[in-house]
C-alpha cells in the first residue's frame, strides 16, 4: 500500500526560528510532491510544490525533495505565530497523478 | 470570488438516509476530487473525476457514488448512510496536466451520521 508518513507532532518552535518538517513516501514511482497548510478548522491550502530533487524556495519557504531516500522536507524561516497550523504532505503516484496520498499532517506551533 | 463552493457546511443525519453533498466550481478547472478527513487518518481520497463525463475510484469509493455532467458540479451522495461515515468531507478540483496535485479546497462539510 503506498504511503507517506509525518510526525504528528506538534513540533514547537520560538518566533524566529527554522522551522522543520518532515516527510518520508513508501511509492519509489511518485513524481509530484506538495506541501499544504491547514489552520484548525479550514480546508487545506497549497503552499508549495516540488516535481525534482534538490531544493526550491519560496519566501520564507523552501520545499527539499531527494528522490533517493523518498524523502521530502519543508522548512519555514522567520517562523511567525501566524504559521501555527498543520502541515500536510501528499504524494502524486505514477500510475495516477489524480490519486494523491495525503500523509496524516504535523501540527507545528510557534511560540512568541 | 471565484473557488469551491460547499452545500452544506453542516448536517446531522440518520442512519439509513440518502444524502447528496453539492461541490460547484467556477475556475473551469477538468479535475475535481472528494476527500474524506477523519482525526489521525489524514485526507483520504473517495473518487476523482479527470474532465467531464468521467469519474474514477480512489482510496475509499465503499458506499459513496459520484457524477459529472458537467465541469463545474461534482456532487457526492451517500446512498444510504452510516455512522463510520461521520466525517469532514472536501471537495477539490485542479487542472490537468502538470499542475495535477495543486489542489483547491473547499471549505468542506461536516457530516455526522447518528
Known amino acids: 500500500q503506498k504511503e507517506v508518513e509525518q510526525n504528528s507532532g506538534p513540533l514547537s518552535v520560538p518566533e524566529g526560528a527554522i522551522a522543520s518538517l518532515n516527510c518520508t513516501y513508501s511509492d519509489r514511482g511518485s513524481q509530484s510532491f506538495f506541501w499544504y497548510r491547514q489552520y484548525s478548522g479550514k480546508s487545506p491550502e497549497l503552499i508549495m510544490s516540488?516535481?525534482?530533487?534538490g531544493d526550491k524556495e519560496d519566501g520564507r519557504f523552501t520545499a527539499q525533495l531527494n528522490k533517493a531516500s523518498q524523502y521530502v522536507s519543508l522548512l519555514i524561516r522567520d517562523s511567525q505565530p501566524s504559521d501555527s497550523a498543520t502541515y500536510l504532505c501528499?504524494?502524486?503516484?505514477?500510475?495516477?497523478?489524480?490519486?494523491?496520498?495525503f500523509g496524516s499532517g504535523t501540527r507545528l506551533l510557534v511560540r512568541p | 470570488i471565484a473557488g469551491i463552493t460547499q452545500a452544506p457546511t453542516s448536517q446531522i443525519l440518520a442512519a439509513g438516509r440518502r444524502m447528496t453533498l453539492r461541490c460547484t466550481q467556477d475556475m473551469r478547472h477538468n479535475a475535481m476530487y472528494w476527500y474524506r478527513q477523519d482525526l489521525g487518518l489524514g485526507l483520504r481520497l473517495i473518487h476523482y473525476?479527470?474532465?467531464?463525463?468521467?469519474?474514477g475510484k480512489g482510496e475509499v469509493p465503499d458506499g459513496y457514488s459520484v457524477s459529472r455532467a458537467n465541469t463545474d458540479d461534482f456532487p457526492l451522495t451517500l446512498a444510504s448512510a452510516v455512522p463510520s461515515q461521520t466525517s469532514v468531507y472536501f471537495c477539490?478540483?485542479?487542472?490537468?496536466?502538470?499542475?495535477?496535485?495543486?489542489?483547491?479546497f473547499g471549505e468542506g462539510s461536516r457530516l455526522t451520521v447518528l
Open positions: 473525476s479527470n474532465t467531464a463525463g468521467t469519474t
Open positions: 501528499a504524494a502524486g503516484p505514477r500510475d495516477s497523478s489524480y490519486k494523491l496520498i
Open positions: 477539490a478540483s485542479s487542472d490537468s496536466g502538470e499542475d495535477t496535485g495543486e489542489l483547491f
Open positions: 516540488i516535481y525534482s530533487n
